[in-house]
């Protein structure tokens, strides 16, 4: 099975900051990983798939890059409705395995 | 609008059953894959179980193998998870989520959960 490791697990920022969070999985998924955000108490809801694609409906500052192993989220400007939990997701075979998530906090 | 409305999710002691369904709406549902994924209290997400458009190929978690069936019925828009000898680490809300069907494949939908708690 693929496993995912998102870095960092908590991230401690302020409304207006640049952000990363990396995905690296234990094998090759092309460009088949996906990132979600939760909001508490709220289902996930997609923000960028195919590792670059961004979801219809998302705000420009969420860009996603990368391929193989090795992936990024980038918020470019953060926003109070972005303080939230991401997970990465592999779509490259089953199980369709998730990062353990990473909480961008305030 | 796409919808999806999970239920059946209940409190249940260990080694019980439990059937989750799950509604759906707004999509032409019989061209879609469609997966479970659960999240136990506090923790992250992890997807439980697939089955194909068709309904001839699921996939399961190893977590759950053995235990949990998956099935759909596309007469009726509905997709459900038979759940059998529960255990407490079965605890979590469970999500109903469609495929978006594309090469790119990702969950475009989610439903808002059931909570299903195991518990003597």
């Known amino acids: 099975d693929i496993q995912l490791t998102q870095s960092p697990s908590y991230l401690s920022a302020s409304i207006g900051d640049k952000i990363t969070i990396t995905c690296r999985a234990s094998h090759s998924v092309s460009t088949f990983l996906n990132w979600y955000q939760q909001r508490p108490g709220r289902a996930p809801k997609v923000v960028i798939y195919?590792?670059?694609t961004v979801q219809n409906g998302v705000p420009s500052r969420f860009s996603g890059s990368g391929s193989g192993t090795d992936f990024n989220l980038t918020i470019s400007s953060l926003q109070p409705e972005d303080f939230a939990t991401y997970y990465c997701q592999q779509s490259n075979g089953t199980p369709r395995t998730f990062g353990q998530g990473t909480k961008v906090e305030i | 609008e796409v919808q999806l409305l999970e239920s059946g999710g209940d409190l249940v002691q260990p080694g019980g059953s439990l059937r989750l369904s799950c509604a759906a709406s707004g999509f032409t549902f019989r061209t879609f894959a469609l997966s479970w994924v659960r999240q136990a209290p506090g923790k992250g997400l992890e997807w439980v179980s697939a089955?194909?458009?068709?309904?001839?190929?699921?996939f399961y978690a190893d977590s759950v193998k053995g235990r949990f069936t998956i099935s759909r019925d596309n007469s009726k828009n509905s997709l459900s998870l038979q759940m059998n000898s529960l255990r407490v680490d079965d605890t979590a809300i469970y999500y109903c989520?469609?495929?978006?069907?594309?090469?790119?494949?990702?969950?475009?939908?989610w439903g808002q959960g059931t909570p299903v708690a195991v518990s003597s």
């Open positions: 195919e590792a670059s």
């Open positions: 089955i194909s458009a068709n309904g001839d190929n699921t």
């Open positions: 989520a469609k495929d978006s069907g594309g090469y790119e494949s990702f969950f475009d939908y």
